[in-house]
């Protein structure tokens, strides 16, 4: 069976591989995910804030001006409480690369299109096969446009692409007002993939400490169904790879995703739940279903239940939705 496809412009064995996380902080468990069957290796995101403040001595746009506090500064992680910071990220690209045969993809977080993004360049040299954007910013300024949003997320874009050589993917939120413009004219900017979606990990509020809390939960694949609208929707609108992250646990989620026009299917919850080998479970179950459904490849199933491919493609429109809520039965 040929699982092979085709994402960012790299040729890989399958589509499933680890998603950005801090499995890649260990060398070893690179390694099992490697000897697991992972197509590549994505690396989690180096910070804005980490690369501003190396070069500026602070976090950056949290100077103590008349307008700010040291209060403010103790909201972000400490220098030492970065699991990787600037130096030692490239040097972990660097030594990735020597213990792996597959790809490495590696990441950029941040919001803005300041001097830290030279760092892009610095990551290619660093030996990275693409480079994987985060733009991750909650607009919370009732001032600042929709327009503005979008403005500086392609102004991102634009400034990585024109400093870099290796393939660029977004990772895009699934939150603006029209993620198939955004994802139109992310490409028309040269994106070579977009990844779908990012997660928002959502404060809480303690009612016994009258507080907010931070709180990370990892995904289940009811997730993954926002995702598979998206995919299903921008497949064969946009000329660069589209891939997955998020709601991926089961091969059943990964052939999912294929068929609603994933080339990438990237994993993180289920590794940290099952370890590095829960990749060849998925890979494995993947290859069985198609063998057993008389597939020849991956890639005749990818996107064969896409908008543009769908029996029922009213399913990911309006269409269904009202169907769904006049018929429902309780």
Not at 16 to 38: F, H, N, Q, W, Y
Not at 146 to 163: C, I, M, P, Q, T
Not at 208 to 230: F, G, Q, Y
């Amino acid at each position: 069976m040929d699982l092979s496809t085709k994402y960012l412009g790299l040729n890989l064995a399958h589509p499933i591989m680890p998603g950005a996380s801090p499995l890649v902080d260990d060398l070893d468990t690179v390694k099992r995910l490697e000897d697991a069957g992972a197509a590549a290796i994505t690396m989690h995101s180096l910070y804005e804030e980490q690369i501003t403040r190396e070069q500026q001595g602070m976090v950056y746009h949290m100077e103590l001006t008349d307008h700010g506090s040291a209060e403010a500064l103790s909201y972000f992680p400490r220098a030492d409480e970065y699991r990787l910071g600037p130096h030692q990220y490239l040097e972990q690209i660097r030594l990735i690369k020597q213990a792996v045969t597959v790809p490495v993809i590696a990441s950029l977080n941040g919001t803005t299109a300041e001097g830290w993004l030279d760092y892009a360049r610095t990551i290619q040299q660093a030996g990275a096969d693409a480079l994987e954007l985060n733009v991750y910013h909650v607009a919370a300024d009732a001032q600042e446009s929709g327009d503005a949003v979008e403005r500086r997320l392609f102004d991102v874009v634009k400034a990585v692409k024109a400093s870099v050589t290796i393939p660029v993917a977004v990772k895009l939120s699934p939150f603006y007002s029209s993620v198939a413009n955004v994802a139109a004219r992310l490409d028309g900017l040269g994106a070579n993939g977009l990844v779908l979606f990012n997660r928002f990990y959502q404060p809480d509020i303690n009612l016994e400490e009258l507080s907010v809390e931070s709180s990370l939960s990892l995904s289940t694949s009811a997730d993954l169904l926002l995702r598979l609208r998206w995919l299903a929707v921008l497949h064969g609108r946009v000329k660069g790879s589209l891939a997955v992250t998020g709601g991926v646990h089961t091969p059943a989620d990964a052939l999912k995703a294929v068929m609603a026009g994933a080339s990438g299917v990237q994993v993180v919850s289920a590794l940290l739940k099952h370890g590095p080998a829960h990749i060849k479970t998925l890979v494995d179950g993947v290859r069985l279903w198609l063998e057993q459904h008389e597939y020849e490849s991956l890639e005749q199933a990818r996107g064969s239940l896409s908008l543009e491919r769908s029996p029922n493609p009213a399913a990911f429109e309006r269409a269904q939705y009202m169907r769904l809520l006049q018929t429902f039965k309780f």
